[in-house]
């Protein structure tokens, strides 16, 4: 059974900041990455950033010195630092989990919502 949860999500004006926090539950799988997507009404869902299994970290253009990715291993829970905030970062955020038992297989969690306006 695996379960990503997601929460932090919330309103908050240009400039502000959020931090999302997401547990992923994964037993009997290894989680080869764990990061955030995003998504608004009739565009694709894009990566916002990863985290990987040795630590490795990648962003999307739009948000790179301004977001942050973070992880704590042993509690499987990946983090979103936002600051900074734009009105076009507003979309709903998406926690990924990229899991592995025999073959890779990428898990959602059911998103969070995450508005900037003033």
């Known amino acids: 059974q695996v379960q990503l949860v997601e929460s932090g999500g919330g309103s908050v004006q240009p400039g502000g900041s959020l931090r999302l926090s997401c547990v992923v539950s994964?037993?009997?799988?290894?989680?080869?990455?764990m990061g955030w997507y995003r998504q608004v009404p009739e565009k694709e869902r894009e990566l916002v950033a990863s985290?990987?299994?040795?630590?490795?970290?990648d962003y999307g253009e739009s948000v790179k010195g301004r977001f942050t990715v973070s992880r704590n291993a042993a509690r499987n829970t990946v983090y979103l630092q936002m600051n900074n905030l734009k009105p076009e970062d507003t979309a709903v955020y998406y926690c990924n989990g990229k899991l592995w038992r025999g073959r890779t297989v990428d898990y959602w969690g059911e998103g969070t919502l995450v508005t900037v306006s003033s």
């Open positions: 994964a037993r009997g799988f290894s989680i080869n990455s």
């Open positions: 985290i990987s299994r040795d630590g490795t970290t």
